[in-house]
């Protein structure tokens, strides 16, 4: 259900499936309960796990970040603590399954594939009813086109992976040949240069899954020699990432360059905030502050992520956990790789779909964001590969107290998004009133510590153009307190100061707008505005020249402003 549901393109389609993920995770624990002895055969991966969940949680408490903000996630990625923990969660009871469990849940995921593949199909054409964008894009059922070419290339992976096993009956098998057909040409046509690594990768995988079922006597050298062609690849791929090599026409120059931007910003937080991050979920809220001056000559172009899992979680979770994390996956790569040498033949032929689902995941991981769909896919796939490479399960029952306290925890786990939840739709409803009681409810939600700093500035901006007062205008104050860094609320708290006569509040706001966009041009006019209107022109003179330095296209603002405030020409 998480993987079809429509578009993620805008909040409102992120928020079910974060919330069904939660319910899955919690669902899993009596499971995870009534299996606890088997956790021992794959005790390194789920120590490192306990450490990772560890770091999220200390990250959560410690890093200074709002709790709120941290707990759900931001507004639109919905990565915070929750959905950290509830793909942990899935890791570890997926690794406790037995292999006809594993037959089934990757059922599920083919069927999954089916509604994702039917909508993306509609979108080629042309056809789709839902106008999400105005672009064309493919984006099936996962948001846009990079998530789209990740999520299908895993998923044609692990279906065509499947169809060319004897795990499912022939009919079955032959109807699941075509949909990973589909689903690899759909990965492709999104456009994104995602989806062709992670489907080279993935089938790399597989065949070095293939190879390690062979006998003895046949496996090393063809191994050794897959082992080469991967060193080629990884060269080839590293070469394409510098602007060089036979692969570069498949990577996008300027999608290239942006996230060179969203990285050397993860890199500036990472070392700024080395232990704890800048709390979960935290990147978009420092991007201003870490960004370079050619990313802050696009304005547009915010960044709410880092583009790189590893970076993700060094930047919001810190460097621990970003090592935590790099080890983690080595570690399941060396222990299935010794696991399927060891079994050969014997090696359950399910590893080949999940193997591969687990490669083309860290592949398209490096470059890209962890959307719940795709990152759902990612940790499934290593939990079910840890498990079906296991010699021997232990044979533990479920009992039926386990399956009703699977119920209560996943209602549970709908529970702890419903304050996000009722926030969610409250900030949508209330900018679409015209009532008094509309106005409230807006202040109420600006100055509550739910509603993340995008949705706030929103409700804040309707508020005060429907109904400017004082009291509004002390909301946006207050939201402003509530989230130190949410320079959009700070920057409307500065004009409206201004407006209100209290010239050295605005200085205090238009100063700590500054302080976490510095790079922003209209940050250093708004700031020009707060100084003449304490009275220091020259100060005000002076960040317009700095306006200007970081933007010449500032020019006609600022000859108008000076012209409006009667300041003296810049010289």
Not at 245 to 264: C, I, K
Not at 389 to 412: F, K, M, N, Y
């Amino acid at each position: 259900m998480i993987v079809v549901f429509i578009p993620p393109w805008a909040e409102a389609f992120t928020m079910p499936k974060a919330v069904l993920l939660l319910m899955l995770a919690l669902a899993a624990l009596p499971l995870i309960w009534d299996r606890r002895r088997g956790l021992v055969l794959n005790r390194l991966p789920l120590l490192l796990l306990g450490g990772l969940a560890g770091l999220v949680l200390a990250s959560q408490l410690l890093s200074g970040a709002p709790q709120a903000i941290s707990l759900w996630g931001d507004w639109f990625r919905r990565s915070g603590t929750l959905t950290a923990v509830a793909l942990i969660l899935i890791l570890v009871g997926a690794s406790l399954l037995t292999r006809p469990e594993v037959r089934t849940a990757l059922a599920w995921v083919v069927w999954a594939g089916v509604p994702a593949t039917v909508y993306g199909l509609i979108q080629l054409v042309g056809a789709d009813p839902f106008k999400w964008n105005n672009e064309g894009w493919i984006v099936a059922t996962f948001g846009n086109p990079n998530f789209a070419a990740a999520g299908l290339a895993m998923l044609a992976l692990i279906t065509g992976g499947l169809a060319l096993t004897r795990i499912f009956g022939t009919v079955w098998r032959v109807l699941m040949a075509p949909l990973a057909a589909l689903e690899a040409i759909l990965a492709l046509q999104t456009g994104s240069a995602q989806g062709a690594f992670a489907l080279v990768a993935g089938i790399g995988a597989g065949v070095v899954v293939w190879l390690l079922r062979w006998d003895s006597s046949r496996r090393l050298p063809a191994l050794l020699a897959a082992l080469g062609a991967a060193v080629i690849g990884v060269v080839l791929t590293l070469m394409a990432l510098g602007g060089s090599g036979p692969l570069v026409s498949f990577v996008s120059a300027d999608t290239l360059v942006f996230r060179e931007w969203y990285w050397s910003a993860a890199l500036g937080m990472a070392g700024s905030h080395p232990l704890l991050g800048v709390g979960p979920d935290g990147y978009g809220r420092f991007y201003g502050e870490f960004r370079s001056s050619e990313a802050a000559e696009m304005l547009t172009l915010n960044g709410s992520a880092a583009h790189s899992v590893p970076l993700q979680w060094a930047s919001t979770i810190g460097i621990p956990a970003a090592a935590l994390y790099v080890i983690l996956v080595v570690a399941v790569a060396a222990l299935v790789i010794r696991r399927l040498w060891a079994q050969g033949p014997s090696a359950s032929p399910l590893a080949l779909p999940l193997l591969a689902a687990w490669a083309a995941y860290q592949v398209q991981s490096l470059v890209s964001i962890d959307a719940i769909p795709v990152a759902l896919l990612g940790w499934l796939a290593t939990g079910l590969l840890l498990a079906v490479t296991i010699p021997e399960h232990p044979q533990t029952e479920t009992r039926i107290g386990s399956w009703v306290a699977a119920g209560a925890l996943a209602i549970a786990g709908l529970l702890a998004w419903l304050p996000s939840l009722i926030a969610s739709n409250t900030s949508q409803s209330v900018q679409q009133g015209t009532t008094e009681q509309d106005v409230f409810q807006a202040i109420a939600l600006v100055q509550g510590t739910v509603l993340p700093c995008e949705p706030s500035v929103r409700v804040g901006q309707w508020m005060i153009s429907v109904a400017p007062s004082e009291q509004t205008v002390d909301g946006v104050v207050a939201g402003s307190q509530s989230d130190d860094r949410c320079y959009g609320l700070i920057n409307a708290a500065a004009d409206f100061s201004i407006q209100l006569d209290q010239p050295e509040q605005a200085l205090a706001f238009a100063q700590q707008g500054i302080a976490i966009d510095p790079l922003n041009y209209s940050q250093w006019i708004l700031l020009a505005k707060a100084q003449h209107a304490t009275g220091d022109n020259q100060a005000a003179v002076s960040s317009l020249r700095t306006a200007i330095e970081l933007s010449p296209a500032a020019q006609a603002e600022v000859d108008q402003l000076i012209v409006d405030l009667g300041l003296p020409p810049l010289g």
